[in-house]
């Protein structure tokens, strides 16, 4: 049972919208209270805590049991202007910490392609970003959690210490505990203004080619693939980007400019339309070749422009799917996957690739690794869908690598724990009083 101060159920979604589990909610204003609402739970109930609800599957989703919601532990506790480093409440989001940041000529370390996520849920699922081969996950820049557990201890978790906790709670889904805030370094820059290049690539060797090149100078790259072109030969646009020397520090507001109104009809994401995006976005893609200056959100947050672009999905939602495998095995499980994607026609709007480095991630079960990442939206048409994902697991598998808990709602939990082999090491780090409905799936199925 859950004690009396979480509120009547809520249907809840995460960002894909596939389900719509009931869930007891419980929206802390002050820490005292959160660190309270994840202790008051005697031996039926479970917990969660959840940020703003950004990943795609059911990391964030307690169907039938509690969910601690952050959003309003907002605030910051203190910032060493000297060295960069900030300390603040987790359900801050990336937005506002941009916003106090930018006008002080400093940034986030790494960012995810949402401001509209929380500290905690950006540690939460140590999130990677754009700079990855250099700067690696976001979780390399924090120094210090506070951390609530169901027991009523509150532990300051720093790396190397703690008897693990630290790394358990880096990319820890939540389980280790409730994070009630963190310290992190931010990094510092001269202007809040970027240098962007868009290079068109006609397939997968010119990505890698580019890619390999680019990496030596340039911070940030990311690159949008067609997933109809040329029955999956991978033509795309490759970004690159480095922060400006000098200029304004200015924070942008509000990144959102319209938002879509309602769930968007089946028409809008039949074959022939996404083809045809696919294809106008590309081209337009190579118009617009050649560097330019500009300010930092559309470059880093692109898709925050459009509020709840997930709806354009339709009422059945979307899944995400992200992976990343080996750097030896890259060019072919890319390719095999987009032959796969293109021979069931199944592709999507968007479609993301890019190379990790090999700085190490800190944390038991962060995702990335070094090597090449696929991440991919497709709407949710059912069976369909879901076969054509179980055939991209086979090539993500064979070729050793694994899929990104923030977007999966569907993998199996052999496929978990073969591409997690510290998920023995974590275990016994998981709070026995917290849950969510992607650790009973990968614990129970298959
Ligand atoms: C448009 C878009 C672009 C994205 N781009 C990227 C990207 O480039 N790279 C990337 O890595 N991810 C990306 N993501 C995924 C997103 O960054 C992660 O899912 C992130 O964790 C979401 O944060 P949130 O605050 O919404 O947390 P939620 O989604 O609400 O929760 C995420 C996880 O964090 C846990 N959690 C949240 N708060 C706490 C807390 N206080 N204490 C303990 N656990 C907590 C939850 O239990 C859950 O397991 C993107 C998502 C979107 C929608």
């Not at 249907?11 to 929206?27: C, D, N």
């Not at 080996?326 to 479609?351: D, N, V, Y």
Request: some cysteine.
């Amino acid at each position: 049972m859950l004690p009396p101060s979480f509120h009547e159920t809520q249907a809840l979604r995460s960002w894909g919208r596939v389900t719509q589990p009931r869930q007891f909610v419980q929206k802390p204003a002050w820490l005292n209270q959160a660190a309270a609402a994840v202790t008051a739970l005697d031996h039926d109930g479970s917990v969660l805590p959840v940020g703003l609800g950004r990943s795609y599957g059911d990391t964030a989703l307690n169907p039938d049991g509690g969910v601690v919601v952050t959003s309003a532990l907002d605030r910051l506790i203190d910032f060493d202007a000297a060295t960069g480093v900030i300390h603040a409440e987790a359900g801050i989001s990336l937005g506002s910490l941009l916003a106090f940041l930018i006008p002080r000529g400093f940034f986030l370390p790494v960012t995810p392609g949402s401001q509209f996520v929380t500290l905690g849920g950006a540690i939460a699922n140590d999130v990677h970003g754009k700079n990855h081969h250099e700067a690696g996950t976001f979780g390399c820049w924090v120094e210090e959690i506070t951390l609530a557990r169901s027991d009523g201890t509150i532990q300051q978790l720093q790396p190397g210490r703690n008897d693990g906790f630290f790394a358990a709670t880096i990319g820890g889904l939540g389980l280790t505990g409730m994070i009630l805030s963190a310290r992190f370094k931010a990094i510092p820059i001269r202007s809040s203004l970027v240098e962007t290049e868009t290079i068109p690539f006609a397939n997968l060797a010119e990505f890698f080619a580019i890619a390999q090149e680019s990496e030596t100078s340039w911070p940030y790259t990311v690159s949008w693939i067609d997933c109809f072109g040329s029955r999956g030969a991978g033509r795309g646009l490759f970004s690159r980007a480095r922060h400006v020397l000098s200029g304004e520090l200015r924070a942008e507001a509000d990144a959102t400019r319209v938002s879509i109104p309602f769930e968007a009809p089946g028409i809008l994401l039949s074959k022939p339309v996404l083809q045809a995006f696919n294809a106008l976005y590309y081209t337009a893609g190579k118009r617009h070749r050649g560097t330019r200056k500009t300010s930092y959100k559309p470059f880093f947050y692109p898709l925050d422009a459009i509020g709840q672009w997930n709806l354009l999905y339709g009422r059945q939602g979307l899944y995400q799917y992200q992976s990343v495998v080996p750097p030896a095995a890259g060019p072919e499980a890319t390719a095999e996957m987009l032959r796969q994607i293109a021979a069931a026609g199944q592709g999507s709007f968007l479609a993301v690739l890019k190379t990790f480095g090999p700085r190490p991630s800190p944390g038991m079960l962060s995702f990335p690794q070094e090597g090449t990442t696929l991440a991919l939206d497709f709407p949710n048409r059912g069976e369909s869908t879901l076969a054509l994902l179980a055939r991209l697991d086979d090539i993500v598998r064979a070729a050793g690598g694994r899929l990104y808990p923030a977007k999966d709602g569907r993998m199996s939990g052999d496929l978990f724990r073969a591409g997690y082999p510290r998920l023995a090491e974590f275990e016994p780090h998981v709070d026995p009083k917290f849950s969510s409905a992607f650790w009973r799936r990968v614990k129970t199925a298959g």
